[in-house]
DNA sequence: CGGAAAGTTGACTTGATTCAACACTGGTGG
DNA sequence: CCACCAGTGTTGAATCAAGTCAACTTTCCG
């Protein structure tokens, strides 16, 4: 409040989700007023977190809900079998931290060098009881990551591997394409058993399924973090045909 | 507001859901004030449809959100190969009409009888814009479909039916639980197609897994729509065993 | 440059799907 | 009252795709 336009030149917190309404169908991005940027990074920390670093367990004490800056956070439940299934990929402008009765239900975890901001929950809370176009915007967000979760819900009930594997690579462009240039070039930050995780399959199956992609001329696997496009028509009806 | 009482003595609409914080853990159920209650009445009309009638397709304009006061519905979504994959079943307390750029993501149809509160948007985002208490219930209850979202994935990245089958009847249960009391039988009012295509297996090997279920003494199916729990503790074994 | 982690490939096994036949149920009409 | 019929659910046999195990190659990072 003192200091207005530091909203503006430092990093502050944002939201990203595809609206409820027609109306506002020009942008995807959820658009935080300034003041309300500036309320956030009020009642939050900027938090720098390197690599493979877990941020919080399953079941441990929920105090803190945390925005994505920069990087990419896996979030992820650890099964009785030793198995992990993953439940998301967060990326810049998404919100994570979800609890149920005081305690976080999944672990999140750092996939790259992350920038995050964490904001305490209970002055969250008295934030968005105080100020509702503000708390419309985290409904807003919530509903854009229940309907993530479904399509993705949708996906892992496909049979086949590389079916689900092209529907992942064109969520990831997907994504990208919504941030800036309409590139071919696709990167994939997890690895391949991050990748396996999410899609409900083995590891082999995930590298089989890209070489079947492969082999049909669809995608390049420039390195393994990096795939070009190479047939988007092609990818997009193996994606399609569930 | 001319007639406070009523909202005590009509039904009026209510929402279900796990509260984020502990300090609210005695109660699985959003209280909502009679007021809340009265003004979400005056936005929306009670519905009541007939089992199987379609509420409303995907893709179709999105001008309402839904309350379940009475029966079940399902969520789903129609796939290009013509099979049906269900996002979600709804029960009383529960919300549904999720949209995206002004429709909605998936189709809804009334699996028994059902009675529901349907709720304009435009109102409903007035009204919670003006009271931040309301939208925060409102928040809370996504939060939770969110949650149980990422549970049923988590649970068709399973292997195997029978333990699929298992959890599905847990949760069941567990819905059942919340309710009322604590019984061994869970009725499950939605056809075996249904719960096929919610557990991502085909018809055929949700009968099969009954079957097995039923051969290890776990449970017995009283009739298609009524399972009776044999051995709670043998059943949670093998719903655990991810 | 070396060692460990990540990814790929192959051979075999397993379990769900598919196709097809059959059983059960509730409602209708002769 | 019973026979029929359609919708729903069950069971059996053959197939096929993904999992598993194991060997190998590539990439990454100190």
Redesign the interface.
Known sequence: MNRVDTADTRPAPSLGA??????A?ETDTIVLTSRQREQLMQIGIRLRLPARKVIYREGAP?DSVFAVMEGTVKSY?E???G?R?L??FLFPRDLFG??????Y??CTQAVTPVSLYRLS?SQL?LL??????L??Q??AK??H???E??R???L??RRDAAGRLAMFIELMAARRDRLAVRQREVPLPMSRTDIADYL?LSLESVSRAAKELRGRGLVKFENPHLVRILDAAGLAEIA???
Chains 1, 2 share one sequence.
């Open positions: 595809v609206p409820f309404l027609k109306t169908a929920a439940r099964l009785p079998s198995k299934a439940c998301a979800l609890a149920e009765r005081g305690g239900v999944n929950i809370t968005l009881k105080r100020d509702a176009e708390q419309f985290f409904l919530v509903t990551e229940l309907r979760s479904q993705r819900a949708v892992i009930n409900g399609a045909a569930v």
